[in-house]
């Protein structure tokens, strides 16, 4: 299964521009929107693109986007508990607080809102964060039952 992971849009307050979704989601199977989107319309210009899309608001979010999706959610795919959360507050201790606000341990949790790529291991959870799109980062992921590779892209490179 492939999957786009996206965060922090921020369409358009600090991105102007979209890219052309058609181009960037061509054979992906789901995407996770991570917040900070801004512009509810991004939302539908994904959604036709790929329709299997999993969003969760930001702290950047306008009501129209607050009050239709959960601040964040869990997914189960592949065998695998998946967490999905924007994050809030400082970049020191985010994941201590992100892990906290589940009822239940995810395995991944994908999170944004520092506009920091990264992947990391703590508690026997591995933290992944795409970066900011309104920077150009995305993350490709392929899952399947024995694993979850990734692939940190940049969108202007390939649109």
């Known amino acids: 299964m492939k999957i786009i992971v996206l965060s922090d849009i921020h369409y358009p307050t600090r991105l102007k521009e ?83 606000s589940f009822d239940e341990k995810p395995d991944i949790i994908f999170f944004g809102h520092t506009h920091i790529k990264g992947d990391y291991f703590e508690d026997g959870i591995r933290f992944i964060n795409p970066g900011a799109f309104c920077s150009g980062d995305f993350l490709l992921v392929n899952i399947d039952v024995r694993r979850v590779d990734l692939d940190f892209l940049n969108w202007k490179d390939i649109v």
């Not at 979209?18 to 989601?25: G, K, Q, R």
């Not at 306008?62 to 189960?76: A, G, M, Y």
């Open 18 to 100: 979209l890219p052309d979704f058609s181009v960037l989601l061509k054979k992906i199977d789901m995407v996770f929107c991570l917040g900070d989107i801004v512009d509810v319309g991004v939302l539908d210009l994904i959604s036709l693109a790929c329709p299997n899309l999993h969003v969760v608001a930001g702290n950047m979010d306008l009501d129209d986007i607050r009050n239709r999706f959960p601040t964040s959610k869990i997914l189960r795919l592949m065998g695998y508990k998946i967490g999905l959360t924007h994050g809030w507050g400082s970049p020191f201790g985010i994941r201590r607080r992100i892990l906290a």
